[in-house]
């Protein structure tokens, strides 16, 4: 897709993000988003094309850490809790519970027992969730050997995106097959009724973004509120106000 198209679609999506927006602070809807997939899928791309023109205040995104010491002798999805969306809010997980299902079963993190009794489970608690009132929405980003491939090597490349690259992307790149096991286990265990997994194809990263959102848009029952007419208010009148002579420090405008 060019650029041109790219940007209009996403200027028309964005408003009506906003729109969206209003409607879950109005409401107090509760809104949870998950994103998983391949490395460089593209998550991270089309979570900050979601999020770049709405307020941080009502759409929190939520990328843990490694989980602590602490952290690691709780029931494994105990971490996650605090991060679920209250009241007006909308929670997008880059990468959430089911690391469990992915990287941590194919690079040894867990053990096979572990990853399956998640499994097992996994549905009864997000069921709890949508019972609780959460809408969820589950994302997987699938891209192909070849792109991901031409993906890794711009990382190695570009001095811009070396800091998107890992050693455990390097160790996950040679396992693509046991991705696509752990994937497939995943889907068959999980995609239920009330929380379903939807797959977009992430070749096309412009295309990808703008059919994930547009989506999104017609998952969330959302309605635009009316819009209210604003006029500017005047401003006061100096009343002798005159700009001090102050020594300050301004940066300097090589531009």
Not at 87 to 109: C, K, P, Q
Not at 130 to 143: A, C, H, M, R, T
Not at 242 to 251: G, I, K, Q, W, Y
Request: contains cysteine.
């Amino acid at each position: 897709m060019k650029r041109k198209e790219y940007e209009h679609e996403l200027r028309r999506l964005h408003g009506e993000l906003v729109a969206m927006q209003e409607w879950v602070k109005d409401t107090g809807a509760k809104i949870c988003v998950v994103f998983e997939g391949r490395d460089t899928a593209g998550k991270g791309g089309t979570i900050k094309a979601i999020t770049e023109r709405v307020s941080p205040r009502v759409f929190r995104v939520v990328a843990l850490p490694a989980p602590t010491e602490r952290e690691r002798s709780q029931m494994y999805i105990q971490r996650y809790f605090p991060h679920l969306p209250a009241a007006g809010e909308v929670a997008i997980f880059d990468r959430s519970w089911y690391n469990r299902a992915g990287v941590e079963r194919v690079m040894g993190f867990c053990t096979e027992e572990e990853s399956e009794r998640f499994l097992e489970w996994v549905p009864a608690v997000e069921r709890a969730m949508v019972d609780s009132g959460i809408v969820l929405v589950k994302y997987w980003l699938e891209v192909s050997q070849e792109e991901q491939t031409r993906r890794l090597q711009s990382r190695i490349d570009d001095p811009r995106k070396v800091w998107k690259l890992s050693g455990m992307d390097l160790k996950s790149y040679s396992r693509w097959y046991d991705y696509s096991r752990a994937r497939d286990a995943m889907f068959r265990a999980s995609d239920s009724s009330w929380a379903p997994w939807f797959v977009a194809d992430s070749n096309d990263k412009r295309r990808a973004r703008l059919n994930i959102i547009t989506h999104l848009l017609d998952h969330v029952p959302y309605r635009p509120l009316p819009l209210q007419d604003v006029e500017l208010p005047r401003r006061q009148k100096p009343h002798g106000y005159v700009e001090p002579d102050l020594a300050l420090r301004h940066v300097p405008t090589p531009f």
